[in-house]
């Protein structure tokens, strides 16, 4: 019934299935992404569209797993509470770069802030160059989008690759029509990690929801420490389950939070 309801994709591949069970709240620590997981992804970071219902249901979610829920972002932890104001659980931001448990924002790898200002520095005057490329500081990085002209991909990457031929400790990460540079070391799944051995995530079974390549070492973490790990959207995963968009993402939380589990 409930997956008539929601209508899941299609299997892509032998060892991902369709059939999402319902978590225990009160046993699982969640995990979501935010930009094509819980809100569509749209042009420009700031183009988001987010419903009012959505900050009440993860603040549902919240409490339902006594706080052992964290939104796991490659936004800067600034930009992700500009969009949810009144969200009140964990927020790792910055692709594991920084992360919030309430208290206040910390980074959670020690970065040459010079560095990174020249670095973001570089990046916004070569995003000038074409009216396509958005340029996004983060505090342990920046983001150069192509989304709006997918043919800037190859300018776009060889630009990174020579301003970071001569700037030790930071690589460059494939995003959605973006590309990204983080300091080395930094990674959503290293967070997870970190967070699994906190109270009160640790001794929990994780489910993680993501629909991006930096998802993909996470969702593989989630898996293999029997937790449900689902991808969203097409291509290849590491997740164990699938689902087609947003609408289903929200759809399964709401039911989670109501039904009895079934995993
Ligand atoms: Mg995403």
């Not at 930009?35 to 042009?43: I, Q």
Request: glycine share 10%; with cysteine; net charge negative.
């Amino acid at each position: 019934m409930y997956y008539e309801m929601i209508g899941f994709a299609q299997d892509q591949g032998n060892t991902v299935l369709s059939d999402v069970p319902a978590f225990a709240p009160g046993e699982t620590a969640l995990f979501l992404d935010f930009d094509g997981v819980l809100v569509e992804l749209a042009e420009t970071p700031d183009g988001i569209d987010v419903p009012p219902k959505l900050v009440p249901l993860l603040n549902a979610l919240v409490d339902a797993t006594d706080g052992a829920m964290a939104l796991v972002t490659g936004r800067a932890i600034s930009s992700l509470r500009g969009h949810l104001p009144g969200f009140r659980g964990v927020v790792v931001g910055s692709h594991g770069g920084e992360i919030d448990r309430g208290a206040g924002i910390e980074t959670t790898v020690n970065v040459d802030t010079e560095t990174v200002g020249r670095l973001v520095e570089l990046v916004t005057a070569f995003a000038k160059c074409d009216a396509a490329y958005i340029a996004e500081p983060k505090p342990t990085g920046v983001v150069l989008h192509f989304r709006r002209n997918p043919d800037l991909r190859g300018s776009a990457y060889h630009f990174l690759e020579t301003i970071l031929h001569d700037i030790a400790g930071f690589e460059i990460h494939h995003s959605k029509m973006a590309f990204e540079i983080r300091p080395e070391g930094v990674s959503k799944d290293a967070a997870v990690r970190r967070l699994m051995g906190e109270a009160p995530f640790d001794g929990r079974r994780p489910v993680y929801i993501g629909d991006d390549i930096t998802d993909e070492p996470a969702l593989a973490y989630c898996r293999s420490v029997e937790g449900v790990a689902i991808k969203v959207g097409e291509g290849h995963t590491e997740g164990n389950f699938r689902m087609d968009g947003v609408a289903d993402v929200r759809a399964y939380l709401a039911w989670s939070l109501s039904e009895p589990a079934t995993m």
